[in-house]
């Protein structure tokens, strides 16, 4: 039973920051076509916050990936490797009864 709560606790912290890295990309969508004015102080303040939020998990992966150009490609590995975690963590609980 615990092992199955843990399991649930760390699925929500992994599903927030998929939302995060989600929340990041929109944000840089819509400052990078003005869609968004940079001058949005609220706006860049949040942007800022994710940033620092998430940086320190994607800057490692960031090194190890190769240079792609303008696309980066290190949030779509977070939220797999995310994935992949979550469901061992879920199947390791469930085997764990």
């Known amino acids: 039973m615990l092992l199955m709560t843990l399991a649930e606790i760390v699925g929500y912290l992994i599903s927030v920051i998929i939302i995060l890295v989600i929340v990041q990309f929109v944000l840089s969508l819509l400052l990078a076509f003005n869609v968004v004015n940079r001058d949005n102080d609220f706006v860049i303040a ?3 916050a994710v940033n620092a939020l998430l940086d320190p998990v994607l800057s490692p992966i960031r090194r190890i990936m190769p240079n792609t150009g303008a696309i980066d490609f290190s949030p779509l590995v977070l ?8 469901i061992v963590l879920v199947n390791a609980a469930r085997a764990g009864y």
């Open 46 to 48: 949040i942007y800022r």
């Open 79 to 86: 939220i797999v490797v995310l994935n992949i975690v979550n």
